[in-house]
């Protein structure tokens, strides 16, 4: 909410948004002070999550004095970044949501060097675009803003014929031939395009990109996707299951040292609801403990 109204500098609501913002994360530094009152320090910093809440947090203070000494465009930035940080901690906290950022996450490290060749292949087709159609006359797909005149602006091109947008009517515009365009001795000084280039370049982009490169890419976060999402009825042990598990046991160890002794297990034992209450098998320990490896 505080990001569906753009942060202009010296604004009135600007300011409303920031001490609302302020508020909040006072809120979150009162949240990490009780956890690690509850959880001790050792405990807190056992979890990714609450490291990663400590992160956020800590940036939402320094965000905070940045604002009130410089109240500079780089202090609204830092505020834009602690608040969208923020967004990934309340993820976190949903299965649904959290299942689909270690999708994201893991298609993206598996998925590395097919994005990077893309990001190669593309550059490689920018450069040949604006040796090939840099001085093309504008027309109904190329103009001021979208045109081969340069590398960047052959990329951003690039990038929108990936989404499939007119990328046809961009390539018409690049075969463009007299009596529609000005005939010249050398390729400078005229504004006409090519028929047959034209035709080989955008056919071949478009077919790699987007039924080989990007194919490739959703059959990997089809896998990954796979990995994560399991359904409740099919699966030996959900992920309520092991929450449920995981909440039980910090009902015990208290001082969250992942170790309990025997005598508690029976007690875990009967507060286990669900799947793990009926299917967790019993065993009779004379002595030891008990380990939880989380």
């Known amino acids: 909410m505080l990001l569906s109204i753009t942060w202009i500098k010296n604004e009135v609501h600007t300011e409303r948004l920031v001490i609302v913002s302020t508020l909040l994360n006072f809120v979150f530094v009162i949240?990490?002070?009780?956890?690690?009152?509850?959880?001790?320090?050792?405990?807190?910093?056992?979890?990714?999550?609450?490291?990663?809440?400590?992160?956020?947090?800590?940036?939402g203070v320094v965000w905070i004095f940045l604002q009130t000494t410089l109240r500079s465009h780089l202090s609204y930035f830092l505020g834009f970044m602690v608040v969208i940080l923020r967004f990934f901690t309340i993820t976190g906290k949903h299965t649904t949501l959290k299942m689909l950022m270690l999708t994201v996450g893991v298609s993206v490290c598996k998925s590395f060097f097919i994005i990077f060749g893309m990001f190669l292949l593309v550059f490689f087709y920018a450069l040949a675009g604006t040796i090939l159609f840099g001085t093309v006359k504008y027309g109904e797909g190329i103009g001021r803003r979208a045109n081969f005149g340069s590398p960047v602006t052959g990329v951003a091109m690039l990038f929108r014929i990936v989404t499939g947008e007119d990328w046809n009517k961009i390539m018409h515009d690049c075969m463009v031939q007299p009596p529609y365009c000005t005939p010249a001795g050398n390729y400078w000084e005229t504004d006409c395009g090519n028929f047959t280039a034209s035709l080989i370049y955008f056919c071949t982009f478009y077919v790699i990109i987007t039924y080989i490169v990007l194919n490739l890419l959703v059959a990997i976060i089809m896998e990954n996707f796979s990995l994560f999402y399991s359904n409740e009825e099919d699966a030996l042990l959900s992920y309520a299951d092991i929450r449920n598990f995981q909440n039980t046991w910090n009902v015990v160890d208290i001082h969250q040292r992942g170790v309990i002794p025997v005598r508690r297990v029976k007690f875990i034992l009967r507060l286990l609801k669900g799947r793990l209450g009926h299917k967790m098998i019993h065993r009779t320990c004379n002595k030891g403990n008990f380990h939880y490896f989380r």
């Open 31 to 59: 949240e990490v002070v009780m956890k690690n009152i509850a959880f001790t320090p050792r405990g807190y910093w056992q979890s990714r999550r609450n490291r990663y809440d400590l992160l956020v947090t800590v940036a």
